[in-house]
């Protein structure tokens, strides 16, 4: 084969990648801000104590509303946001769920430039994707990369599991939590969330879908209400004569390893030491299950859970309340 027409193919190639990139990053730029956060201790001198931390975010409406990580605003006392064209604006903090991990943020600018949300359920292994950010402190960054894998779980630092994160390996560093990543036709899909330490191309968003789901609450009362049993417990596997027994069809349970006083749990009759296989009609094998079920439409409602003290099968009624 001709080494020129391999050339001239090569940097065709070369050249339409470049091109894609470009046009998310023009198309998106405007709207990436920077997060800088101070300190709630004051030391006695009546203000914030210095920087706390720093990340990204993007606008998403044209009146100021900006989307970023709760992790970087946890704790904050003031809030600064600095725009692409050099504006410096204070920011409140609308709401912040640190169950996903996403935070609001309202500032008082005019000429701002909403990003648009594509469908982070319609993307595929292998798609290019851009990350837009400010690692480091270095405003604007740009690294692209692939769609590695789709529908991870994270831990958030709240304890309880983010579902259906994407995982990329655009290359991410501290400062980039917070902003967006974005398809090659400039649709934002997802908020970069977190990096795994020591590893090479294991980064982290969580998706619009997911974001779009808690939004609402967030605007309206500053936090995503969810329902409590007031429990502590872990994760443990079921002796097959267990299962076999009682007739069930998963091999894992929640042992219940300490209970709140006064709380629902308690309050209904479960005990330490008790075994959670279900709660309603569905079955509970791990703390994950319960959190996926403690949702808002179960506050102040009644749950029925089925334990399994010694040998015993019980069904214990629980008043729902909300975590507070």
Known sequence: MNPLLVNTADNQLLDAYSRAVIRAVDLVAPSVVSVEVSKKETRGRGRPDG???????FVFAADGLILTNSHVVEGSAEVQVALPDGRDCRADVVGQDPDT???????????????????????????????IGNPYGFHHTVTAGVVSALGRSLRSRSGRLIEQ?????AALNPGNSGGPLVTSDGAVVAINTAIIAGGQGLSFAV????????????????????????????????????????????AEAVLVTSLETNGPAAAAGVKEGDLIVMFDSRSVETLDDLHRALTEARINTVARLVILRGAERLEIAVHVKERL
Do not use: K
């Open 51 to 57: 920087l706390a931390g720093a990340g990204s975010g």
């Open 101 to 131: 991990d996403v935070a609001v943020l309202r500032i008082t600018a005019n000429d701002l430039v909403p990003v648009t949300f594509g469908d982070s359920r319609a993307l595929r292994p292998g798609q290019l994707v851009v990350a």
């Open 165 to 169: 994160v994407i995982q990329t390996d």
């Open 207 to 250: 998706p619009v879908s997911t974001v779009t789901t808690v939004l609402p609450a967030l605007l309206r009362d500053g936090r995503v209400r969810r329902g409590y049993l007031g429990i502590a417990g872990q994760n443990v596997p079921l002796l097959r004569r267990v299962t076999r027994y009682h007739r069930l069809a998963q």
